[in-house]
């Protein structure tokens, strides 16, 4: 199974840059396949895809890349107002989560009364599963407030672009960077066990 899922990690890589009529929502749509099966190789089970999901980025994978918080996805689960993020909130120009977003503790200092289980909720990790697993799984398209276009050319893990609403509101579309997605998906084949794991006693999305 490692070497398979390696094998479409590497059918990303080459198809990304070749002259194959191939889009981004091709490629994600694979590597977040591989990312699932890798959640599922640890986890056999029914009915505990994303927590399964979530749970294998968190704990087989670097904190850098999957325990940020979005600031666009707190203000999508609206537990948190656009006034409260400052430039962010109101305006259209391109921010990247290096800007605006960061860890847990980082994020609960700043938003004190938004819940540690909206804040995972909130979470890369689980972001990757409701807007792109999902997302592709069910519909080929991505889900949520999410963009067909990458708002910034440059080297990051997400990137925003502002959009004002008909009602004068503000949305914040988002869009995870392909490269990064590569790294995710890369770290989950290359710990992935031989032998299926336990359940833990509670899924870290469950935790308070």
């Known amino acids: ?13 080459a198809t990304r840059g070749s002259s194959l009529s191939v889009t981004r929502e091709d490629l994600e749509l694979i590597l977040t396949a591989v990312m699932s099966a890798c959640a ?43 006034s409260s993020v400052g430039k962010f909130g109101q305006e259209i120009r ?51 407030n999410t963009t067909n276009f990458l708002p910034s050319d440059g080297p990051a893990q997400i990137s925003y672009i502002g959009r004002r609403e008909p009602d004068g509101t503000w949305v914040r579309d988002a869009r995870f960077h392909l490269d990064y997605l590569i790294s995710v998906a890369q770290e989950q084949v290359a710990t992935l066990l031989k032998s299926r794991l336990n359940r833990p006693d509670q899924w870290w999305i469950d935790q308070s």
Not at 115 to 124: P, W
């Open 1 to 13: 199974m490692q070497s398979f899922l390696q094998g479409r990690i590497n059918l990303v890589k």
């Open 94 to 144: 391109i921010f990247t989560g290096d800007e605006i977003d960061s860890a847990i503790p980082d994020m609960a200092q700043r938003y004190p009364k938004v819940s540690t289980r909206d804040l995972k909720q909130a979470s890369y990790a689980n972001r990757i599963y409701e807007w792109l697993r999902c997302g592709y799984a069910h519909n080929y398209l991505a889900a949520g």
């Open 40 to 82: 599922a190789c640890r986890w056999p089970g029914e009915r505990i895809d994303q927590k399964r999901f979530v749970e294998s980025l968190i704990q087989f994978g670097s904190p850098e890349l999957h325990l940020d918080v979005g600031t666009g996805a707190l203000l999508e689960l609206g537990v948190i107002s656009e």
